[in-house]
């Protein structure tokens, strides 16, 4: 009987001696994503050899970097357990004002485009922060408000040009160092390290996750907790503005569904990078990986021949996979 009882492992040990791999991935998950990332652009290449080149590489980093930037709107949202519906049309609305106001030169027409970002957050961020109207319902509306304001506009005030000036397609959609480096990746390196800074080091993005972890308590210890979602909402406007100008800039010219179908895969990148959608948990350098495998996959159903429809319903099947497995593994630990 002793024996026995010595024999017997405790309580949960058998589970960490048998699957000791389990146990490291989860706690290192980012290892996870760069041998996702990997393994995409290996069968890319497989299925299309002329991927893996400085073009095609090329292609992908493009794609991913309007989606990177737009993401990180949506993972510092998460994070106080929050989201923007309304940041495809923040986008569109920030590239369709740059393209009307290029003629007057590129300080005007990007600071147009990125007030549109500064007003559409403050009011998002006004709207849950102050009147505690839920981040769906407001960003949702949000949304539908900047898309009827901007179809009147396009008839009136807007009515002129829908073509990008020279300085922001070079920024959107140009490269240097003979055609290997973007410019767009350049402007997401640089807000990737704003974005990490902020929310490794600052007190504002302590407060951040404080918000999402446990409002409750972040209030009871001064926190005042509806200036950070303004403040946090108006960034998010920022860089939702600044991903419209990219990918206005790549295309060169704009329309109202400029940005429609980013809304689903900015979701998708912060999910994949293992940020939660209730809030406290997460990291902008995994969304930074979860865009990457974005940008890579498109290449490959692109290959494919896989159109759009397709894409937008993988988007959302990985949305609800990742999110459903990661409550199980957080419930787990």
């Known amino acids: 009987m002793r024996a026995e009882l010595q024999a017997t492992p405790p309580a949960g040990a058998t589970e960490k001696t048998r699957w000791p791999i389990v146990s490291y991935l989860i706690a290192h998950p980012h290892l996870v994503l760069m041998a996702v990332l990997l393994v995409l652009i290996l069968v890319t290449g497989i299925v299309e ?78 709207g849950v922060g102050v009147f505690r109207v839920n981040p769906l319902i407001m960003t949702l509306a949000m949304s539908g408000i900047l898309l009827g304001l901007f179809t009147s506009w396009a008839q009136t005030i807007f009515s002129g040009s829908t073509r990008m000036g020279d300085f922001v397609r070079t920024l959107g959609g140009g490269s240097f160092f003979g055609g290997r480096i973007p410019w767009a990746v350049v402007v997401w390196a640089v807000l990737s390290v704003g974005i990490i800074y902020m929310l490794r080091f600052s007190g504002f993005g302590r407060n951040l996750y404080a918000l999402g972890d446990n409002p409750q308590a972040a209030r009871l210890s001064g926190t005042r907790s509806w200036q950070v979602l303004v403040v946090v909402y108006v960034i998010a406007g920022v860089l939702g503005a600044i991903a419209g100008l990219l990918l206005g800039g790549r295309v060169g010219a704009v329309d109202l569904q400029l940005a429609n179908v980013f809304l689903l895969p900015s979701v998708a990148a912060a999910v994949i990078g293992g940020t939660s959608i209730f809030g406290g948990v997460g990291t902008y350098s995994g969304t930074i990986l979860g865009a990457l495998i974005l940008g890579v996959l498109q290449s490959l159903l692109t290959f494919l021949g896989s159109g759009q429809a397709t894409q937008q319903i993988l988007y959302g099947s990985i949305v609800i996979g990742l999110s459903w497995l990661y409550t199980r593994i957080a419930a787990a630990q």
């Open 49 to 126: 050899p002329n991927y893996l080149s400085v073009t095609g590489l090329r292609n992908s980093a493009l794609f991913a970097a309007p989606i990177g930037v737009l993401a990180g709107a949506q993972t510092i949202l998460m994070l106080t357990g929050g989201i923007d519906l309304s940041a495809a049309m923040i986008a569109t609305g920030a590239a369709y004002v740059a393209a009307n106001q290029s003629p007057e030169g590129a300080v005007i027409a990007i600071g147009g485009g990125l007030l549109v970002g500064v007003l559409a957050g403050a009011a998002n961020g006004v």
